[in-house]
């Protein structure tokens, strides 16, 4: 008996002009490696026994996961609807926004809540489907926001809205 898995629902078809132009450049990146690519896998497919050809083997992985990369990048970019123009509220928080966060212990978060295609937590940059952002979205500088995590509900207060940079 297979295992089952229901499909995953789909993400917000939102994107910033940068996040859109990163996904591009990706894309017309790896097309200039798919051409590496496939003369090094003549290449090594020349040498012969095509079984124990170890750069063989490689480069033919290397090639189908370029390949599955760019049908998603083909399939995606269409979709997306870039956001260009800020709210009218700019003191609530919507996509885009800048925010400062500070929980009840005083630690102090900055999150920008970007589209699920350009998120980074390393940048704090988090997609507007997740659990933190969904609390967030509306919300004002001195509000307080509930939200629930995994290991309880977690209590936060705004501290900054912006849509630009937080320092």
Known sequence: MGRYRPPQ?????????DGYQVLQDELDALWKR????????????????RSENAEYIYRKKE????????RYLQKR????????????DQSAI?????VR????DGSEYIYRIVGPDEFNAGKGYISMDAPMAKALMKKR??????????????LYFVVEVSYSEIK
Do not use: N
């Open 63 to 70: 090639l189908r996961e370029i390949d599955r990369r760019v």
């Open 141 to 154: 500088g001195d509000d307080e926001v509930t939200v629930h995590t995994p290991k309880g509900d977690k």
């Open 9 to 17: 629902p789909k993400s917000s078809p939102y994107i910033s002009a």
């Open 94 to 98: 919507f996509f885009g926004a800048w």
């Open 34 to 49: 798919r051409h590496l690519v496939t003369k090094a896998l003549a290449a090594a497919a020349a040498e012969g026994d």
């Open 101 to 104: 966060l500070e929980d009840e």
């Open 77 to 88: 970019l269409p979709d997306l609807k870039v956001v260009r123009d800020l709210p009218s």
